[in-house]
Every structure is written in structure tokens, then in C-alpha cells.
């Protein structure tokens, strides 16, 4: 084969991809599944065995409905930003000494070494300090 052929066969191949990708970015705009008899089929052409074998089991593959996902709110995690101002101002209150007491109790040196599943606890701690 060559190597023009090779690259026709390349560009045909990324048209196919990207009308591919189009009819997914609609089907999720409007939040709906596409059943695979709707799909548009482009002629085949002769296929390797392994693309064959890939489209065989997509195509064989159950439909499945997606379920809606109910969204739980996560509990927003403050950032090192955050805990560092915050701890800057009780220090600066005059609970230094507390602060880093805070910091060495969870196995850190200072704040930046402090593990970020640390945090939440760390600044709540610090905004129990009177």
C-alpha cells in the first residue's frame, strides 16, 4: 500500500472519529443516550482484525440506561491558602504558640509539610482559638 493511500485511509478514519464525537457532544447536550441501530453507519471498507473484532463487541455491547446521578453536595476542602490565612491572623492575635502546636500535632514541621487532608480540621481548630 502506499504511503498516499495510507494517508487517505488516515483522513478517513479522523472524519469518521470526529462525526463520531459530534453525534456524542449532541447526545449528551441533550442529556439522551443514542441507540446503536441510530447511529450513522459509513461504508466499510476493508477492516483489520482487530478493529473488526472492537467494532464487533461495541455493537454487540448491551444497551444500558444511565441512571440520573443525584448530585450530593461535596463539602468544600480549603485550600493551603486558605489555612494559611487564617492561621496568620490568630498569630498575629497573639496564638502563635497554639498555631504551631496545631501544625505539629498533625506530624508537620510547618504549614507547608501539613498534609492536605489535614485542612478542614487544622483551620476549624484554628477558628476555635479565642
Known sequence: MSKIKLAL????????????????????????TVPANEAKEEPTKKKSKAKAKVEESETKAPEVEEAPVEEVPE??????????????????DGHREAVKAIITKYGANNLSSLDPMHYATALKEVGELK
Request: glycine share 0%; no cysteine; proline share 2%.
Open 9 to 32: 485511509d488516515v483522513v478517513s478514519d479522523l472524519r469518521s472519529l470526529a462525526e463520531s464525537i459530534e453525534t456524542l457532544v449532541r447526545a449528551m447536550e441533550a442529556n439522551e
Open 75 to 92: 463539602e468544600k476542602l480549603p485550600t493551603l491558602e486558605e489555612v494559611r490565612a487564617a492561621m496568620a491572623d490568630k498569630s498575629r
